[in-house]
């Protein structure tokens, strides 16, 4: 902590596309450098066959009820053995094995509207076309959409608006985004999509919230996705690191060397995302609520914990490179367990929230536990509050991605 940033040189590595997996041609490419980079560097390759196609998101998987109005045409839709029942605004019922739904533009009169209860009719504008289709008493709504469009409804929810200030932040997250999209193509077959609508994969909400700017910016990169030793990255990323960020090691796997442990700090020694609301944070815990907890979310957090009536310690064995803990020992009346990694958030959920971050520390004060930490999220790959406050020191698309990637290569896919 503390220390000055540090932009590592990235060696050059040559490697043909001949063995790529994703780009055909003859071409070479290599790890691009953050100090040398430019647009022009960026070589246009031709996109895979495989990869030419819409992608498939699985906007609502498993519920009772969908919405959808289009046009002048409003339907409510539920299922039951395995059969879509469609009722219309006159009560008339119609059955059917499946149902599409196609946009016919992007404006808010054109595009889909659809949700799980009808308030939510309001805010949703998706483009493409749906999908739906009955499980058992279950429907799933599958949206396919061309993957830029597909950008244009993750970008303003996981990054957010922002302004023309922090725009080279917005295209970062597109790149990240777009990159974890084509990576993640075919992951979900087994659920009949590519990937999910939420946090399990990238938020996605459709066009509702899309603005000109974070239109702008998937726009002007088109195309554009991170790669390393000619495979697409796992484009990880979260809200605010706390001024280091962690490698995959906090899930208990080997480390990337694209993503790994680095101070991100700026020239004073402050953290670059220090203007989030959770560049510190305390969490305050009685000791007879912390034995609920631990019982009741000893499955997420796949700890074992034993039945017990008072905590004598809790104390950090070991932490990973970034200071965020590593084991957790928590020893009670009854014996004592463990607590491992990014899972420690989750043994301390209350109310439906997990803890921000596992870089924290504890102690005790009277009957309370008190654990003062830093950061929100995973902390691995992309810091979503860092990168905007670089952008708006200046800094470009490609120097906010080649550092939170050390040593990618970018490529820009042409169809």
Not at 28 to 37: D, F, G, L
Not at 321 to 326: A, C, D, Q, V
Request: proline share 3%; hydrophobic share 35%; with cysteine.
């Amino acid at each position: 902590m503390g220390l000055l940033q540090i932009f590592s040189a990235v060696a050059l590595t040559t490697l043909s596309l001949a063995t790529s997996s994703l780009a055909a041609g003859n071409s070479e490419y290599s790890p691009i450098e953050a100090n040398s980079v430019s647009e022009q560097t960026i070589v246009p390759q031709k996109i895979k066959k495989e990869l030419n196609r819409p992608i498939q998101v699985g906007v609502f998987v498993g519920v009772p009820n969908i919405f959808v109005r289009q046009k002048n045409e409003e339907l409510h839709i539920t299922a039951s053995k395995g059969k879509l029942k469609i009722k219309t605004k006159s009560k008339r019922q119609q059955t059917a094995d499946r149902r599409v739904f196609k946009a016919t533009g992007s404006s808010a009169s054109d595009c889909i509207a659809i949700a799980t209860d009808k308030a939510g009719l309001n805010k949703a504008c998706y483009n493409g076309e749906f999908i739906v289709t009955a499980n058992g008493n279950k429907l799933n709504a599958i949206n396919v959409i061309d993957i830029e469009d597909y950008l244009r409804g993750v970008v303003p929810y996981e990054i957010g608006k922002l302004d023309e200030s922090k725009f080279e932040a917005l295209k970062a997250q597109a790149v990240a985004a777009r990159t974890y999209a084509y990576k993640h193509f075919g992951s979900r077959v087994a659920q009949g999509f590519d990937v999910y609508a939420d946090t399990r994969d990238q938020v996605y909400k459709g066009l509702h919230s899309a603005t000109a700017l974070t239109d702008k910016a998937v726009r002007e990169t088109e195309g554009v996705v991170m790669t390393y030793n000619g495979e697409f990255i796992t484009a990880y990323y979260h809200s605010t690191c706390g001024g280091e960020t962690e490698g995959v090691v906090t899930w208990g796997r080997p480390d990337h060397p694209y993503l790994k442990n680095k101070p991100d700090l700026r020239p004073d020694g402050t953290p670059w995302c220090r203007e989030s609301n959770y560049t510190e944070w305390t969490r305050e815990f009685t000791e007879d609520e912390l034995r609920d907890l631990f019982q009741i979310n000893a499955k997420e957090a796949k700890a074992n914990v034993p039945s017990f009536s008072s905590i004598k310690s809790m104390h950090i064995q070991d932490t990973l490179k970034s200071g965020r803990i590593h084991t957790l020992v928590i020893e009670t009346n009854n014996g004592s367990f463990t607590a491992k990694a990014d899972k420690i958030r989750w043994l301390f959920k209350r109310g439906g929230t997990i803890l921000p971050s596992s870089f924290f520390r504890i102690h005790k004060n009277g009957n309370e536990w008190i654990l003062k930490g830093k950061g929100f999220g995973h902390g691995v790959g992309l810091c979503q509050m860092g990168a905007r406050a670089r952008a708006q020191a200046g800094q470009s698309y490609i120097q906010i991605l080649t550092h939170y990637y050390p040593g990618i290569t970018l490529e820009k896919f042409k169809r």
